[in-house]
């Protein structure tokens, strides 16, 4: 039998993605590698809402029907009777509504879904396997070790009675027992009560994840294998496989005007001597932070390139604002990006050499593949923990210092990071550039592979002994 078939028939797998970019576009490579897997022949339908579908439309256009399929619903609006509930958690809450028309677009297809591949957030997902009687696997788009951190702080109860922001929590159930200030955990767990019932629907929904049939994680073993381990213990089965890193390049968008001027600049430009500064596509810095990053850049005299994020001015500061007021000999020094830039093609380039990030763990990995080094200023979800695992456990950059949740970093300090990060005798790049060719091997013949052939392998004949 051919692994993806079935009796001659392809596997058909239902990928769901939690819809926002940093959640669609692994699951999107995870879809690549499914359909171009040696002697395997998958059909996929990919679920998405309206606001991510052009995230998909570059694959649909690769893979005609039936091997790539979208599923497009629209879930109702986030809403929340109860202040704990925050926006985030809301939409997570809000998908929840959208198990009974993919209940019933399951009856009636033809050949439907033999197994369901859906994101971590997705938990809403657990039961719609159960009612569908398939297995799932869940998806982590983020790294082992926050994963397991996550799950060890939602095994606890939130107590800190004095609200002291700088209170230490230990996680004793996690390899090294890792230690984060209370500001740094999740807040919606920080805000919490037992017995709360939204918080308690919460909780359990995401504790469910560990009884999934198996799990996916974004990340490889050479990098993350005691944390992967852990969730071997953690979920009583081996059917826990690293397939990381999935990253999808950006080559399509490196044609435009905007990335071809930045490319030609950076040619320009020498081997590790420019800063990339960037916070995701989802965070804005507060006029603040603004103001002291570029007081950093003006102490150091770094060369940089600064990707913004385009607001209103009322979340952040407008990115119009950092380009009239940076000191004209700052900013002969680098380029402000207004929006979109291509991070992968940035990040690969020979003249970057240091990585300003927010600790998205897409970023993260970003970077880790071409070699170059962290500058963690993480902001809030599982950046902590990211910029903990880079940077304390790993060894490849190096922390920013706010005092408390609202903090900012010193100028002068923060400067003195960006000239030590582009330096080439630091142990850190060393040890980034070992770990990026084990990035850059392990999906191909290193681990990942391995594992990817093993999840086929183990998929297959679930549904082999179900078919019977």
């Not at 198990?99 to 050949?111: C, E, K, L, T």
Request: hydrophobic share 40%; charged share 20%.
């Amino acid at each position: 039998m051919e692994m993806g078939k079935i009796q001659g028939n392809p596997v058909h797998v239902l990928i769901i993605p939690f819809p926002a970019p940093g959640h669609v576009i692994p699951l999107l490579e995870l879809t690549r590698r499914l359909l171009t897997h040696r002697d395997n022949h998958f059909n996929i339908t990919f679920f998405s809402t309206p606001s991510s579908l052009s995230l998909v439309t570059p694959l649909l256009s690769v893979f005609p029907p039936p091997q790539l399929q979208p599923l497009i619903f629209s879930p109702p609006s986030p809403s929340s009777s109860n202040d704990v509930i925050p926006p985030p958690t809301a939409r997570v809450r809000a998908l929840h509504a959208l198990s009974d028309p993919i209940i019933a677009w399951y009856r009636s297809h033809p050949s439907p879904p033999c197994l369901i591949i859906s994101d971590f957030f997705c938990t809403w997902t657990h039961k719609l396997c159960s009612c569908l009687r398939v297995p799932r696997v869940v998806f982590y788009p983020s790294a082992a070790f926050s994963s397991a951190v996550l799950y060890s702080m939602w095994g606890l109860a939130p107590n800190n009675p004095e609200n002291d922001v700088n209170l230490e929590v230990v996680f004793d159930d996690v390899v090294g027992s890792p230690r984060f200030k209370w500001f740094e955990l999740s807040f919606l767990f920080r805000s919490g009560k037992p017995g709360d019932p939204e918080w308690d629907i919460f909780r359990d929904d995401l504790l469910s994840n560990l009884t999934s049939w198996g799990a996916l994680f974004n990340t490889f073993s050479e990098m993350e294998k005691v944390y992967i381990d852990h969730f071997i213990n953690k979920m009583g089965h081996n059917r826990v496989w690293a397939v990381g890193p999935l990253l999808q390049d950006d080559v399509a968008q490196e044609g435009e005007p905007q990335a071809q001027n930045l490319m030609t600049w950076l040619n320009d430009k020498a081997d590790c001597s420019v800063i990339y500064i960037c916070f995701g596509s989802l965070t804005a810095l507060t006029g603040e932070e603004s103001t002291v990053l570029r007081a950093a850049l003006e102490y150091s005299k770094v060369q940089f390139v600064w990707c913004a994020r385009e607001t209103d001015g009322e979340e952040g500061m407008d990115i119009n604002t950092v380009d009239w007021e940076c000191d004209p000999n700052t900013a002969k020094n680098g380029l402000i990006v207004k929006g979109w830039a291509p991070q992968l093609a940035i990040l690969g380039h020979r003249a970057i050499g240091g990585f300003v990030t927010h600790c998205g763990w897409n970023s993260i990995v970003e970077s880790i593949w071409p070699g170059v080094v962290t500058v963690a200023w993480p902001m809030g979800a599982d950046q902590y923990s990211n910029a903990q695992l880079v940077v304390d456990k790993l060894g490849l950059g190096f922390q920013v210092k706010c005092d408390g949740p609202m903090g900012v970093p010193d100028p002068q300090e923060l400067g003195q990071l960006l000239v030590k990060s582009l330096s080439a005798t630091q142990l850190e790049r060393d040890r980034v550039i070992r770990l990026g060719k084990m990035a850059a091997s392990t999906v191909k013949s290193g681990a990942s592979g391995i594992d990817f052939d093993q999840f086929v392998k183990c998929l297959s004949e679930c549904i082999l002994r179900s078919s019977v």
